[in-house]
């Protein structure tokens, strides 16, 4: 009889796994794919760690989160530059000196701001109050120059839906700077694993049993009396058998090339943002991990192009759509979910919310506490 039956070898089954291992739980950890580490798992190609769910930035503003990953692993120096290709046309991100710069010709920050106001005016002109969606935040934040160039056509790619018809705070969560800063992010801390995600998933789970090829609801009565409590980080529509309807997501498609070349593009993500092109971005692999002369000494690369689309049954579910109708939806499995004593539910696809891997760290960190201090 084990403690714990972990559904999922994601980040969030493996930190729950680790935590419930020194604590002196006995865990089974299992996973429906054929390798263990969930959508942050890497494949090695010719010497390059391919992040095959997508490119995975780790960053966090966490002490304790950055602390944490750190035992397990040493993390690299790299920082996310995303570039943006319009119509053949580059410009940094996110939204800085730099890009003000390459949009305008401007060359001081009460330059670049006296131009963002200008237009932000424009849009105030027909805005009124608070912005009632994306294009609305977007107009009244940055103004139409950087709207058409950099967001419109990219965010309308991405999530398969007019710019007028999406939340407003998606694009909150792009920096706007008056400095020449291209860093992605605002955290302190950033970087990935040296050796690649799987060093982290492996060292958290060294000592731990873990099954892979195990799909739960193919053997679901039989794995359900192995364990004293399941934690489950599966989809959580598909644990109560889809009773009150599908929750959507976007996914995405990964069309993968390795090419005979050393250096493709010149940086891990480029970005584009017109909308002739189909695919959202390109992401070469090397450069989160293979720095100055050592991407040359490597003769080969890996690239992927990003295709985003919506999600149906039988495709791997990746970005939940928190519009009204999935979140009433997951309302109602949650409701359900809280009557349950023997299960508890964790991560991405459990919570039917978008979390990066720090806060991900953060809520099983939290559940192995809270189960260690019942
Ligand atoms: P997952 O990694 O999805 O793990 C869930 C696991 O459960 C999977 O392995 C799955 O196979 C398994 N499973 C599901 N159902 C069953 C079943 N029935 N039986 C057995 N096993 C099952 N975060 C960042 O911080 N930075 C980034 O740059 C970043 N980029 C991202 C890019 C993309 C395209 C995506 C989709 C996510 C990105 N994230 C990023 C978020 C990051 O992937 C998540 O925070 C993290 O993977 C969540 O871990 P998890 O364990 O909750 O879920
Ligand atoms: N975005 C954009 N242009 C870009 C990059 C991002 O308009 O070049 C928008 C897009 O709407 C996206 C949002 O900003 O959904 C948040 O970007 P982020 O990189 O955080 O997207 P995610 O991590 O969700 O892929």
Redesign the pocket.
């Known amino acids: 009889m084990y403690d714990y039956l972990v559904?999922?070898?994601?980040?969030?089954?493996?930190v729950f796994a680790h935590q419930m291992k020194q604590a002196g739980k006995y865990c089974l950890v299992?996973?429906?794919?054929n390798h263990l580490?969930?959508?942050?798992y890497c494949e090695n190609i010719e010497g390059i760690n391919v992040h095959k769910?997508?490119?995975?930035?780790?960053?966090t503003a966490n002490r304790e989160v950055w602390d944490f990953v750190n035992k397990f692993v040493q993390f690299n120096r790299y920082t996310n530059c995303p570039i943006a290709n319009y119509k053949g046309k580059l410009y940094n991100l996110p939204f800085n000196m730099n890009t003000f710069y390459q949009m305008w010709g401007v060359t001081t920050p009460e330059q670049a701001l006296a131009k963002i106001e200008q237009q932000r005016a424009i849009a105030r002109q027909t805005i009124k109050g608070e912005p009632q969606n994306l294009e609305q935040q977007a107009l009244l934040l940055v103004g139409h120059d950087i709207y058409e160039t950099l967001i419109k056509s990219y965010t309308e790619k991405q999530w398969g839906r007019p710019c007028a018809e999406l939340p407003a705070f998606i694009i909150r969560r792009l920096p706007l700077r008056f400095v020449f800063d291209n860093n992605y992010f605002n955290d302190p801390y950033q970087g990935i694993p040296i050796g690649g995600y799987n060093k982290l998933i492996d060292a958290l789970l060294d000592g731990i049993e873990t099954k892979t090829n195990?799909?739960?609801?193919e053997h679901r009565d039989e794995l359900t009396g192995v364990a004293k409590k399941i934690v489950f980080?599966?989809?959580i529509d598909?644990f109560y058998d889809y009773c009150y309807g599908h929750l959507q997501y976007r996914t995405?498609r990964f069309e993968q090339e390795t090419l005979n070349m050393p250096n493709f593009q010149g940086n891990a993500v480029v970005n584009y943002t017109d909308s002739e092109t189909p695919y959202t971005r390109i992401i070469e692999h090397k450069h989160f991990e293979m720095f100055g002369v050592a991407v040359e000494q490597c003769q080969k690369t890996v690239v992927s192009r990003e295709y985003s689309t919506e999600w149906r049954p039988g495709m791997e579910p990746?970005?939940p759509i928190n519009d009204e109708r999935n979140s009433a939806i997951y309302a109602r499995y949650r409701h359900l979910a809280e009557a349950e004593t023997s299960v508890l539910f964790?991560?991405?696809?459990?919570e039917y919310k978008?979390?990066?891997?720090?806060?991900?760290v953060e809520r099983a960190l939290d559940l192995s506490m809270k189960e260690i201090c019942n």
């Open positions: 559904v999922g070898s994601g980040l969030f089954g493996s299992i996973d429906r794919r580490g969930g959508n942050i769910y997508g490119a995975h930035i780790f960053h195990v799909d739960f609801f980080t599966g989809p598909q995405v990746y970005y964790g991560g991405r696809l459990a978008y979390y990066d891997m720090a806060p991900t």
